[in-house]
Nanobody, 116 residues
């Protein structure tokens, strides 16, 4: 069964840091680009960051560039999102997705709440 499971969400203060992780199973992880998206209450799901299958190509949304870092470990079938200097608008459910474009597999999401 192909599956993505996110973890690491929680409450973080503005300016703080949090690292999300996504563990893949049931497919050849190292063949796929991976993406992180987020969906804030009342808003559409938006791209946060993407990483190619081999980690050589990375893309960030302008709103998180220089604050977030996406990385992957193909030996552990995981993709991580390190979030530094988080802002209140970062409150959202964060989703891990398979592929660079046209996501064809989603995780269940992990809630991140940025609040003092």
């Amino acid at each position: 069964q192909e599956q993505l499971v996110e973890s690491g969400g929680g409450l973080v203060q503005p300016g703080g840091s949090l690292t999300l992780s996504c563990t893949a199973s049931g497919f050849s992880f190292n063949r796929y680009g991976m993406s992180w998206y987020r969906q804030a209450p009342g808003k559409q799901r938006e791209l946060v960051a993407q990483i190619s299958h081999d980690g050589r190509e990375i893309n960030y949304a302008e709103s998180v560039k220089d604050r977030f870092i996406i990385s992957r470990d193909n030996t552990k079938n995981t993709v991580a999102l390190q979030m530094d200097n988080v802002k209140s608008e970062g409150t959202a459910v964060y989703y891990c997705g398979r592929k660079w474009n046209k996501i064809d597999l989603w995780g269940q999401g992990t809630q991140v709440t940025v609040s003092s």
